[in-house]
């Protein structure tokens, strides 16, 4: 049974996603049977490579959005998941961490890489699109620092980054995050616990 996870590491509706996600696989029965495997969607694969800009300011520049209206609510609920939860943080191009999360998943440390981001982006609004700071972030996931060096210094896993992007297109994924229960049964959204289990039950019962 395999799960596909789209999604994009400065989405903070991703980042409640996986929480729910990883709580709901925590109390599956036959968790050790499940595969997960993330995929890389970017929500905006224009942004300028290397430059960076305050989140709130980008809201409120491009959807005039005031700090509460912009980030308030899904704040509160990653609080509510026991999720840190900083609004002072940068945005910028994700490719190069996708790739480095393709790098971690090569050598088995994707999801431990995906949660060390996370936190350090949402809880400590680390500059992660700093090569330096994210091979440091990546070294707590159990990484070579040295290794991310040298995939961030190459195109190294960009082919693989585009293919996730392609497939997200063919299935018509524009929004994230977006799972995809055993091939079939797509879900849509940070949803709450229970309906991840529900999804979960589906896949194993050969419903999804």
Not at 124 to 137: G, I, K, M, R, S
Not at 140 to 148: K, N
Request: charged content about 20%; some cysteine; glycine content about 12%.
């Amino acid at each position: 049974m395999r799960v596909d996870i789209w999604s994009d590491v400065v989405c903070p509706w991703c980042y409640l996603g996986k929480a729910r996600f990883d709580k709901a696989l925590a109390g599956f029965p036959a968790r050790g049977e499940v595969e997960v495997v993330y995929r890389s969607f970017e929500l905006d694969p224009g942004w300028p490579a290397g430059q960076t800009m305050p989140i709130l300011d980008m809201l409120a520049s491009k959807y005039r959005l005031s700090p509460a209206a912009a980030e308030g609510r899904v704040a509160g609920l990653a609080r509510d998941e026991g999720l840190g939860f900083r609004t002072d943080r940068m945005l910028g191009n994700t490719f190069d961490i996708h790739r480095v999360l393709h790098l971690g998943r090569a050598q088995g440390f994707q999801h431990a890489l995906l949660d060390a981001i996370y936190h350090a982006y949402f809880a400590e609004a680390q500059p992660v699109f700093d090569p330096e700071t994210l091979a440091t972030v990546a070294a707590t996931a159990g990484l070579d620092p040295a290794d991310v060096q040298q995939t961030l210094a190459g195109d190294d896993f960009a082919d693989e980054v585009r293919g996730d992007e392609r497939q997200a297109r063919e299935l018509q994924i524009s929004g994230v995050p977006f799972f995809v229960f055993g091939g079939r049964l797509g879900v849509s959204g940070a949803q709450p616990v229970a309906a991840f289990t529900e999804a979960l039950g589906q896949m194993a019962s050969g419903q999804g």
